[in-house]
């Protein structure tokens, strides 16, 4: 977890610079320029500053959120964030391997999926031998889950 925060740290610090020193520079060369009604490069850096501004207060909530993350509420004998599942898909007769994760560490590819995925929303609070219905884009798949690990196995 830390270092997803240190991850959102980084980037707010490179848009905050953004937002203090390139911007406004580029404001300011592109007003020199003249007349700022027809002045593409003005109101270019100036749609960019609205963006940032945007951007660094969602990364900011998101830091904010995941602060909040109390160990203590994530279950210890039921699937939850940090959770490592083993799944057979039942349709397909195929173990799969998947670790619960937070959106910004999500990639499928590698068996991270988010807790708010389908597949991560249906796990969530479900332990061994328990059977999901997952509703994916291809229909729904039904899994077994055959055996699990917690965060709390992986830091204990």
């Known amino acids: 977890m830390d270092d997803i925060k240190k991850k959102l ?3 707010i610090a490179a848009l905050e610079r953004e937002l203090r020193i390139d911007l406004p520079r580029e404001i ?4 020199a320029l003249g007349d700022l009604s027809e002045n593409a490069e003005y109101h270019a850096a100036k749609e960019r ?8 207060g969602q990364l900011k909530q998101r830091l904010a959120e995941l602060s909040m993350v109390d160990m203590s509420k994530i279950p ?3 699937i939850g964030l940090g959770s490592s599942v083993v799944v057979l898909d039942i349709d397909r007769d195929e173990e799969l391997t998947f670790r619960l994760v937070t959106s910004e560490e999500a990639d499928f ?3 991270l999926i988010s807790t708010s995925s389908p597949i991560g929303r249906s796990l969530l609070n479900k332990g061994a031998g328990d059977v999901v219905k997952v509703q994916i ?4 798949r039904e899994m077994e889950i055959l055996r699990f690990t917690t965060i709390h196995d992986s830091i204990e």
């Open 109 to 111: 590819s590698k068996g």
């Open 9 to 11: 740290q980084d980037q």
């Open 76 to 78: 210890r004998d039921k």
């Open 137 to 140: 884009p291809g229909g729904v």
């Open 49 to 56: 500053q609205r963006l940032v501004e945007a951007r660094v």
């Open 28 to 31: 300011q060369r592109a007003r």
